[in-house]
T-cell receptor, first 110, second 114 residues
């Protein structure tokens, strides 16, 4: 089955700096890669996603890149703000199953 | 607000008991997914239903069961509860059968087993 690894597990950045979270997946048949943000005690919320026929997608300060050959994808957050502090989960979808990575706890220091 | 509702918000019960968690998907969504999130843990996929039928199964214990009703709401039944079952239980819904569908999460039910 699919396995998703995510690094780093914790990340601290200064406000205004960029943050990068990387994920790798094991099954080359995976074709949909969403990213979720979860604030403390709240529900995971989709922030951006990418499909396997696209290499990069951007939405304001957030971008995701996908390297199908290497089977890894990354989340990039630019000009970080304190409200970006949360746990971020990547996921890979293989057929009907969505497998989540273990999460990255991002802290943005004012 | 994602449009997915879950009840109750909080549930406190004792070991050995049985509880039922309820989820109503977004209007028009046919799939419901259940996840367990223990303290400082990631999201563990339990089970998915699509239009009333079981579609995919994850790491769901035999003590747990679920169903999706004709009105598309779903219930997750947890029995013979153990201390380790204490967790946040999320349901999510999506339009289609899964795969590349975006999942929208409900607010979760926090279960505490004493």
């Amino acid at each position: 089955g699919e396995n998703v690894e995510q690094h780093p597990s914790t990340l601290s950045v200064q406000e205004g700096d960029s943050a990068v979270i990387k994920c790798t997946y094991s099954d080359s048949a995976s074709n949909y890669f969403p990213w979720y943000k979860q604030e403390l005690g709240k529900r995971p919320q989709l922030i951006i996603d990418i499909r396997s026929n696209v290499g990069e997608k951007k939405d304001q300060r957030i971008a995701v890149t996908l390297n199908k050959t290497a089977k890894h994808f990354s989340l990039h957050i630019t000009e970080t703000q304190p409200e970006d502090s949360a746990v971020y989960f990547c996921a890979a979808t293989l057929y009907d199953k969505v497998i989540f990575g273990p999460g990255t706890s991002l802290s943005v220091i004012p | 607000d994602s449009g997915v509702t879950q009840t109750p918000k909080h549930l406190i019960t004792a070991t050995g008991q049985r509880v039922t968690l309820r989820c109503s998907p977004r209007s028009g969504d046919l799939s419901v997914y259940w996840y367990q999130q223990s303290l400082d843990q990631g999201l563990q996929f339990l089970i998915q239903y699509y239009n009333g039928e079981e579609r995919a199964k994850g790491n769901i214990l035999e003590r747990f069961s679920a169903q999706q009703f004709p009105d598309l709401h779903s219930e997750l039944n947890l029995s013979s509860l153990e201390l380790g079952d204490s967790a946040l239980y999320f349901c999510a819904s999506s339009r289609g059968q899964g795969g590349g569908d975006t999942q929208y999460f409900g607010p979760g039910t926090r279960l505490t087993v004493l």
